[in-house]
């Protein structure tokens, strides 16, 4: 019983703890590791690659190697060696060639597919059509360029087979050249400060996050005071109504402003009595669609921490407002919003951090678009540099950097939501000694 | 207590500037179950074609039932993994002793409001790493492990209100600390067990960017990438097919919502969204 006692908060921290470390905490690090790294979808992620692309071979000619070793390195060979028996065998020529080949030319290396046709052609089972003999060739060739080797080994096995054989220095200098791997950098940063896009993604986020946050705790005050004076079955309606947004999956909330704002949609039909002519309204002021989605949302969480605000007020202080005569307006004015200067502080605050931060409803609703970069932020940004471009080079380690940032901002917005609890009380020491 | 008439101007500014939820939710029924008129918002017809994805594939989109199976597998994962780590994690805290509990708490309490979503990039690279990326596993364990912090939290709140008596009493009566926890104390808790149960299926519902990221492949879309497959597909303009796919995925949370609102009130005024 003993051991039980004492081993039990072990057991029952520990599942938490450690999932919370794989999927939380190291992720929270890694991220600042890979920000360091030039990792990309070219470099691949994990172990190392040596590729000799014709960029390769551009660079290598660049620093003066051997013309004749270069262009080597890009030629064909045809070997007939055992795995190019095999690979013979198992394709769809008559045994009786593969068993010809296999007796007379086992062994021999042709430096171009003429020179293999004309062996071929000496054969007497030989090959008739020319999609035979291009099968044989197939089967047999050898190429380095654009091969993939893991290790150096595998490089250097890889050169011996079309037949190149260098010196120890000139096989360290075309192992450096192949090397794809990603390397360990600090340039990231330089780049991310030299970066003509850096400026424009800042304000960009700065313009959202600014009129969003305006959006957002105006209407939450607005909200929450509204339906403060409001009957409780009023109250509770709209109240209810503006939950809405928040509780709908992210993805249907944004379908049905999309909705509201095409060419057939709600706005364009409505506009239509004014003698407006339809339009895709989204793409004609993508920002304001920005601002409206993600400040509908965002209100909800600011009505509620205010609505709960409003209603801790001592009713009588209200009430004594209330005889001296004061009009509501005054009464809100002088003495509901100085009591609830900590909580609109602390909302602004949140949301100021938590919307630099998301970007799930901008990557559905436009995407960054229209156009290049038009309500690209900074967290789409991220997202864009490291996992979904057009570009093809998806770039990690950049990506990272992007993030880096903004695991900055996530750590201030958690340092601060930590000072809003009486952290002492909290820890308040169990009253069972084990 | 203070005077609560109706005052119709402001409830009237009140439903004007609530008119874009309004609007935009009731004709996602609306237009569901309508023949869509190009000039019209107004329905015109009754239809149940829009419906039609519930018994044939939309071409180049998959059927609709393999995305609501795995979302449901995906959101009871999570429902399992966050209540049942939750619930032994949050009576640690609250009432076991133990070294560091005081910087475990802080830790949650920390992460609690993190924004996980800047986390995507290196959760993704590891993934690839250690070989779980798209993987429907993968995704339910990062999503459970994102929202353990906020169920932790949760959960202790809960807990801390179970008088103290009950388990002394236990303890007296000779049951040992993990006998009284689950004797006594967890059936004390099981509103919050509930609460969090509904509000962890809603999230995992509702999850939109790690699987997009974490599991594209086909096999295993969600309902929300299914719906943001066909509202992104270029070919397919057809609003009326969009929102009976939105009203057919929404309904579980609908439902939810309706009857747990005020319980949401509580949880979503510590929400993490934007």
Redesign the interface.
């Given at each position: 019983?003993e051991r039980?006692?004492s081993y039990?908060?072990?057991?029952?921290?520990l599942?938490?703890?450690v999932?919370?470390a794989?999927?939380?905490?190291?992720?929270?690090f890694?991220?600042f590791?890979?920000s360091f790294t030039t990792?990309s979808s070219d470099t691949g992620?994990?172990g190392s690659r040596y590729v000799v692309s014709d960029d390769t071979i551009r660079t290598l000619k660049g620093s003066g190697m051997d013309a004749a070793l270069l262009e080597k390195l890009g030629s064909r060979i045809f070997t007939f060696d055992e795995a190019g028996l095999a690979a013979l065998r198992k394709s769809n020529l008559k045994p009786a060639v593969v068993k010809e080949i296999a007796e007379k030319l086992s062994g021999k290396v042709y430096t171009s597919e003429k020179k293999l046709f004309n062996a071929l052609k000496r054969l007497n089972n030989r090959p008739r059509s020319f999609k035979d003999r291009k099968s044989v060739s197939r089967s047999i060739v050898q190429t380095l360029k654009n091969r993939e080797f893991k290790t150096a080994e595998e490089f250097r096995a890889g050169l011996a087979s079309i037949g190149v054989e260098v010196a120890e220095d000139v096989f360290e200098n075309l192992l450096d050249a192949a090397n794809m791997s990603w390397k360990w950098t600090t340039s990231n940063y330089s780049e991310l400060m030299a970066s003509d896009f850096t400026g424009k993604i800042l304000a960009n986020t700065a313009f959202y996050v600014f009129f969003?946050l305006f959006f957002n705790v105006g209407?939450a005050l607005?909200?929450a005071l509204?339906t403060?004076?409001?009957?409780?079955g009023?109250s509770k309606f709209?109240?209810?109504?503006?939950?809405?947004?928040?509780?709908?999956?992210?993805?249907?909330?944004i379908?049905?402003?999309?909705?509201?704002s095409?060419d057939?949609?709600?706005m364009s039909?409505v506009l239509g009595f004014f003698g407006v002519e339809p339009e895709n309204w989204l793409n004609e002021y993508p920002w304001t669609f920005v601002i409206?989605a993600?400040g509908?949302?965002?209100a909800?969480?600011g009505m509620?921490?205010f609505a709960?605000a409003v209603v801790a007020i001592p009713?009588d202080v209200?009430?004594a407002a209330?005889v001296d005569g004061a009009y509501k307006w005054q009464q809100i004015r002088r003495i509901i919003l100085p009591l609830m200067a900590w909580p609109i502080l602390f909302i602004t605050t949140?949301?100021t951090?938590?919307?630099m931060?998301?970007?799930?409803?901008i990557?559905?609703l436009t995407d960054g678009g229209p156009g290049f970069f038009t309500t690209e932020v900074w967290?789409l940004n991220?997202?864009h540099t490291?996992?979904?471009n057009y570009f093809g080079n998806l770039r990690?380690g950049f990506?990272?950097t992007l993030?880096v940032m903004?695991?900055g901002?996530?750590?201030a917005?958690?340092?601060?939501?930590?000072r809003l609890?009486d952290?002492k009380k909290?820890?308040a020491?169990?009253?069972?000694?084990? | 207590m203070i005077e609560r008439k109706t005052n119709w101007p402001l409830t009237i500014f009140l439903l004007i500037v609530s008119a874009p939820i309004l609007i935009m939710y009731v004709w996602l029924f609306v237009d569901s179950i309508s023949e869509i008129n190009t000039d019209s918002i107004w329905p015109t017809e009754f239809t149940l074609r829009n419906w039609r994805f519930l018994v044939e594939e939309i071409p180049g989109h998959g059927s609709v039932w393999t995305a609501l199976f795995n979302t449901t597998v995906f959101a009871s994962s999570v429902v399992a993994i966050v209540v049942i780590l939750s619930s032994t994690a949050g009576y640690a805290l609250s009432r076991l002793k133990f070294p560091y509990r005081a910087q475990f708490l802080g830790m949650v309490l920390l992460l609690h409001s993190f924004p996980s979503v800047t986390l995507i990039i290196s959760i993704f690279l590891m993934l690839r790493m250690i070989g779980l990326f798209d993987t429907l596993i993968g995704v339910i364990l990062v999503k459970a492990s994102l929202e353990l912090p906020f169920g932790i939290w949760i959960m202790k709140g809960f807990y801390d209100t179970v008088p103290w008596e009950i388990e002394m009493a236990g303890v007296q009566d000779g049951a040992s600390r993990f006998q009284v926890w689950y004797k006594l104390v967890l059936p004390q808790i099981m509103p919050g067990i509930a609460a969090l149960s509904i509000f962890s299926f809603m999230a995992g519902w509702s999850e939109f960017v790690l699987p997009l990221i974490l599991a594209p492949s086909a096999e295993m879309k969600l309902m929300s990438v299914y719906l943001a497959g066909l509202v992104n597909d270029d070919y397919l303009s057809d609003f009326g097919l969009f929102k009976a796919v939105g009203l057919f995925y929404i309904i579980p949370v609908m439902i939810f919502y309706f009857f747990t609102q005020d319980k949401l009130m509580n949880i979503y005024g510590g929400g993490t969204k934007g």
């Open positions: 019983m039980i006692r039990l908060p072990l057991w029952f921290m599942p938490a703890s999932a919370v794989l999927f939380f905490l190291i992720p929270v890694m991220t590791v890979f990792m992620i994990l969003t209407f607005l909200l509204a403060f004076y409001m009957p409780s009023q709209f109240r209810a109504v503006w939950l809405i947004p928040r509780v709908s999956p992210s993805v249907i909330y379908m049905l402003w999309r909705w509201l095409f057939n949609g709600f039909y409206f993600n509908f949302v965002g909800s969480m509620i921490i709960s009713s209200l009430h209330e949140y949301q951090l938590s919307l931060t998301s970007f799930e409803y990557l559905l967290a991220a997202y490291a996992l979904s990690y990506g990272a993030a903004l695991v901002v996530g750590i917005m958690s340092l601060l939501y930590l609890f952290f909290l820890v020491e169990p009253q069972i000694e084990n | -």
